[in-house]
Nanobody, 114 residues
Framework: QVQLVESGGGLVQPGESLRLSCAAS?????????VAWYRQAPGKERAWVAT???????SYADSVKGRFRIDRDDHGNTAYLDMNNLNTEDTATYYC???????WGQGTQVTVSL
């Protein structure tokens, strides 16, 4: 079964940017599977952030629209979440997910703080 590994999280200040990556263990994974990013803040349920379909259609939660961008590389092996103008409410563990296969990564922590 394909596995996902997220990376790129860290500690940043409000207004800064981060790029998260989601690497798949199998080639061309994101050519054949819709991928989504979710996040889970302390004490809250996991929430959907963005989706990238195999047809390159993108959709975003209202809370991140205009600030975040989801994408994949040309080889279909890595998905990305570019996050701009971060604020403290973006603090969470971020997970990537293969929607129809139900596969999750282990998560990467993003902390936005002064």
């Amino acid at each position: 079964q394909v596995q996902l590994v997220e990376s790129g999280g860290g500690l940043v200040q409000p207004g800064e940017s981060l790029r998260l990556s989601c690497a798949a263990s199998s080639r061309n994974t994101f050519f054949f599977n819709d991928v989504a990013w979710y996040r889970q803040a302390p004490g809250k349920e996991r929430a959907w952030v963005a989706t990238h379909s195999v047809n390159r259609e993108r959709s975003y939660a209202d809370s991140v629209k205009g600030r975040f961008r989801i994408d994949r590389d040309d080889h279909g092996n890595t998905a990305y979440l570019d996050m701009n103008n971060l604020n403290t409410e973006d603090t969470a563990t971020y997970y990537c997910n293969l929607i129809h296969l139900g596969v999750w990564g282990q998560g990467t922590q993003v902390t936005v703080s002064l």
